[in-house]
């Protein structure tokens, strides 16, 4: 028996007496409303696959990285499935009529529902469960998009600044342009016939519900905000019929969401967004495949949490770890706060690893070097705990250009905006062009790669300003 399957048995063992915990927040809501009043609900099982560990299993073990989805989805299916059967088979057949809108995960080990006041009474009896708390978290763009009044029109034969800026044009010399590899655009969706990127939407070669996960839309556009465009365009943007370069890797495939938005109002439910990394470990529905997961998910959006230690631990933690584990590199925009914030949003805070989160600040890159810090963004520390380790205390882990960066906008247009969700894309265009150089390679090591080679700037070595320093793919590609 492989060590994590003993772990994974242990597990079970050691926390079948367990009961729920009722949060204060929920117990007030109780406390306001009727006994029929409906709450919406998390549900938090007290066993769960330690994806950190089984990350470090993979690397002692050498398990190649094909099979490692695999191996990460089938643990988290068995332990989902496990603790969540019986109290499914109870609500179900003893509780029909005190829930609705039942939605169980397996990427992390939890139920979301509405449930009345008598069923979530009877919940707290049943064994195996950590947490019930009041479920009204959500997502949303860092802040408002930063405009410039530069000009935003085709640029013949043109590269864009930042792109010289991270020595992007020395992969392309080599012949590195991210072909056949792919990104999930994790952002406000994507107008999918902008020629910048139209041909290398996977859709083309393969069924649309497994390249395009639609909150707004079933089908893909950029109705919520033209910001998903941008950020795709850092990413993947070419046009041929001028050679235009917009684009860090601009031979990469995409898919991509719709489920971010400025308009708190109109903010998709934590189910949503827990189902839309469900949906990137396996698109296609057939665990036995590897080739439809993304080699990175960009990441330009924040939590919409209060600012203190949330989600420095429990299900948030669980489900980077387990998107690490399964080998993609998950790349987050590091915040439009600074200079003078004084805290860190979520998930950016997170500090499993140096490189997980993986945040990035902004810079300009339309200037000669050393580039100055943009004033908008967000410096650290974090305020997770770090066990001593300074270096678990730096925010963000690198920089990137983010000011007056100009990319694809609506269906055939560009623009020139600023922010951190301007900059991260620069980072996942980067780790393609990588991936397409060392397909082997899982995206935790090529983010330690563009990690450690970043180009110092201010203070010197790490510092809560530039993170590392600038990256530079060509530097990570020697390293």
């Not at 979530?120 to 064994?127: G, Q």
């Not at 860092?142 to 530069?150: K, L, N, Q, V, Y």
């Not at 139209?198 to 109705?223: E, I, M, V």
Request: aromatic share 10%; charged share 15%; net charge negative.
């Amino acid at each position: 028996m492989r060590l994590s399957s003993i772990l994974f048995a242990a597990t079970f063992l050691l926390s079948a007496h367990v009961y729920a915990q009722i949060t204060p927040k929920l117990h007030q809501a109780l406390s306001q409303s009727s006994a029929q009043s409906f709450h919406r609900i998390r549900v938090e099982f007290v066993d769960n696959v330690d994806c950190y560990a089984l990350n470090h299993e993979f690397k002692q073990q050498r398990l190649a990285l094909e099979e490692r989805p695999k191996a990460v989805i089938s643990q988290l299916q068995q332990q989902a499935a496990y603790s969540q059967q019986s109290i499914l088979h109870t609500l179900q057949t003893e509780f029909p009529d005190g829930i609705k809108n039942l939605r169980a995960f397996w990427v992390v080990n939890m139920l979301i529902l509405e449930a009345n006041a008598t069923t979530i009474e009877a919940l707290e009896n049943m064994s195996g469960i950590a947490l019930i708390d009041l479920e009204d978290a959500a997502i949303m763009l860092h802040d408002p998009i930063i405009r410039s009044e530069t000009q935003t029109q085709r640029s013949v034969g043109g590269i864009e600044p930042g792109l010289a800026a991270i020595n992007a044009p020395a992969m392309w010399a080599l012949g590195y342009t991210g072909r056949g590899r792919m990104v999930y655009d994790y952002d406000t969706g994507v107008w999918p016939t902008h020629p910048a990127f139209a041909d290398r939407f996977l859709a083309h070669r393969f069924p649309l519900k497994q390249c395009w996960y639609g909150y707004f839309s079933n089908t893909p556009n950029g109705n919520v905000s033209d910001h998903g465009t941008h950020t795709l365009g850092t990413m993947a943007g070419l046009i041929e019929e001028t050679q235009d370069t917009i684009g860090v890797a601009f031979g990469s495939y995409w898919i991509a969401n719709d489920f971010v938005t400025s308009t708190v109002e109109a903010l998709p439910p934590l189910a949503e967004m827990i189902g839309a990394f469900e949906w990137a470990l396996n698109p296609d529905g057939d665990i036995n495949t590897s080739n439809d997961i993304p080699d990175v998910i960009n990441n330009s959006w924040r939590w919409r949490d209060d600012p203190d230690t949330v989600q420095c631990g429990g299900f948030v933690v669980n489900l980077m770890n387990a998107i690490e584990a399964a080998g993609i590199a998950n790349v987050f925009s590091g915040g439009n706060s600074g200079p003078n914030n004084t805290t860190v949003n979520a998930p950016q805070r997170i500090n499993t690893s140096e490189v997980n989160t993986f945040s990035v600040g902004s810079i300009n890159g339309n200037v000669s070097f050393p580039y100055p810090i943009s004033n908008f963004s967000t410096i650290g520390p974090t305020q997770c705990p770090s066990g001593g380790i300074s270096a678990l205390e730096i925010h963000p882990e690198v920089v990137a250009p983010g000011q007056n960066v100009r990319s694809a906008w609506g269906q055939n247009e560009f623009n020139t905006i600023s922010g951190t969700s301007m900059a991260a894309p620069h980072v996942s265009g980067a780790v393609l062009l990588l991936k397409e150089a060392f397909p082997y390679l899982s995206g935790e090591e090529l983010l330690w790669a563009l990690y450690l080679t970043a180009v110092d700037l201010g203070d010197v070595g790490e510092d809560n300003v530039y993170g590392r320093g600038v990256i530079d793919v060509y530097a990570a590609f020697q390293y």
